[in-house]
């Protein structure tokens, strides 16, 4: 299974210590060179300690950079850059899972995975913690403590709202 990670669920999860999620659920994960360079080399720039975390999970081969081959996106939107050669990575490599958090990158996703006749799926952050609860990597209670730290950072770019819902969904669990 091939899953390629866009930074906002790279970020998040290196900053509550969870990248070793990513490698129990999904196998061989890649990232496009403007993750790397937002993620790592902008982390470095910022003295972001999370930039180190990231760096020594590339250096370890719990992530792996590929550059995309595919110039341009079927159906193109304005994104960011890393999100764009997220989108074109996955679909060139026909990957199971691309993990993305914002929302105009992940409905820009979807609409060019169907061009393509990709059978990629989609999901972020939270549905990674989810899969992780479901294939019994966390425990509810962890989830949950995962899930209220996510919450509480300034620094992740979470809606609040959902991981509320997503917290009363493991509750009733």
């Known amino acids: 299974m091939i899953t390629v990670v866009d930074t906002g669920p790279l970020l998040a999860l ?3 210590q969870a990248l070793r999620l990513l490698k129990c659920l999904y196998g061989e994960v890649l990232t496009a060179p ?9 982390g470095y720039a910022c003295n972001a ?34 999100e764009d050669e997220s989108i074109r990575l996955a679909i060139e490599e026909q990957a199971t899972w691309l993990l993305v958090d914002d929302l105009a990158a ?4 979807e609409v060019n995975f169907a061009a393509a006749g990709c059978a990629t799926r989609v999901k972020g952050t939270l549905g990674v913690v989810v899969s992780a609860t479901q294939q019994a990597l966390l425990d509810k209670a962890e989830a949950i403590t995962l899930i ?7 620094d992740v770019w979470l809606n609040a709202a959902l991981c509320d819902q997503v917290i009363r969904l493991l509750e009733a669990c």
């Open 14 to 16: 290196a900053k509550v």
């Open 34 to 42: 403007a993750v790397f360079t937002e993620a790592v080399t902008a």
């Open 49 to 82: 300690p999370d930039a180190r975390i990231l760096d020594l999970a590339f250096k370890e081969g719990l992530l792996r950079v590929k550059t995309p081959q595919i110039a341009t996106l079927p159906r193109p939107f304005l994104l960011q850059r890393g």
């Open 106 to 109: 992940r409905q820009a996703a």
């Open 148 to 154: 209220t730290s996510l919450k509480a950072r300034p």
